[in-house]
């Protein structure tokens, strides 16, 4: 399977620890975004990665939260002192402009329960 | 400015007939509109996408239609089949040089045979 990768797909935890999520991207793509999914909502942008630079974090939600992408190729979601409201399905997409369109290809999701 | 509206919240169509989605945006800035379905348990698929210097585009059983002047547009799925049946997002692009898309809050689509 050549499609995004997402790990673990589901994440339950309690209210205080930190987690931290895994994405593999499509091979060669060089964008990386992370999305949230709150249920019955359209995914919220986060963050977003041209090969190992984070070219934007403002949409990430508070200071817990935190993002990297050392070598260009798969990246991770730390979510610090989880809260309940922070239950939600984590998307991360890749993609790789050609001849002016960018396709983005989600993945699975990681499903976090903050209990 | 940074929204996008998209209804109806759940759509109840029968198999052959026509799943009409609407969305309506407020940023003349965003310059990508496309379509995702989803279904439970997985990430969103791309559909079918528009650029705003066209009308109409259609794919399949998909078409988006895109009025630029009213700022907004709609997804048509003819001949509806119930494995059809999924959410579907539109969203627009925010632009400045990457796609840091805008999702509406999706509509439920249940085909029935």
């Known amino acids: 399977d050549t499609g995004v990768s997402q790990d673990p797909r589901h994440k339950i935890t309690k209210r205080g620890q930190n987690v931290t999520f895994r994405c593999d991207p499509i091979s060669e793509h060089n964008r990386l975004y992370w999305y949230r999914q709150t249920l019955g909502q359209g995914p919220e942008f986060l963050t977003y990665?041209?090969?190992?630079?984070?070219?934007?974090k403002s949409r990430l939600l508070s200071d817990r939260f935190s993002a990297e992408r050392p070598k260009g190729s798969f990246s991770t979601l730390e979510i610090q002192r989880t809260e309940q409201g922070d239950s939600a399905m984590y998307l991360c997409?890749?993609?790789?402009?050609?001849?002016?369109?960018?396709?983005?290809?989600f993945g699975p999701g990681t499903r976090l329960t903050v209990l | 400015q940074q929204q996008v509206k998209q209804s109806p919240q759940s759509l109840i169509v029968q198999k052959g007939g026509i799943s009409i989605i609407n969305c309506a945006y407020e940023?003349?800035?965003?310059?990508?509109f496309p379509w995702y379905q989803q279904f439970p348990g997985k990430g969103p698929a791309l559909l079918i996408a528009i650029r705003p210097d066209v009308s109409e585009k259609k794919e399949g059983r998909f078409t988006i239609s895109f009025n630029k002047s009213a700022k907004q547009f709609s997804l048509h799925i003819m001949d509806s089949q119930p494995g059809d049946s999924a959410t579907y997002f539109c969203?627009?692009?925010?632009?400045?040089?990457?796609?840091?898309?805008?999702f509406g809050a999706g509509t439920r689509l249940a085909v029935h045979p």
């Open positions: 990665f041209q090969n190992e630079a984070q070219l934007e």
């Open positions: 997409a890749s993609s790789f402009p050609t001849s002016g369109t960018d396709t983005q290809y």
């Open positions: 969203a627009a692009d925010h632009g400045g040089g990457y796609n840091k898309l805008i």
């Open positions: 940023n003349t800035a965003f310059d990508y």
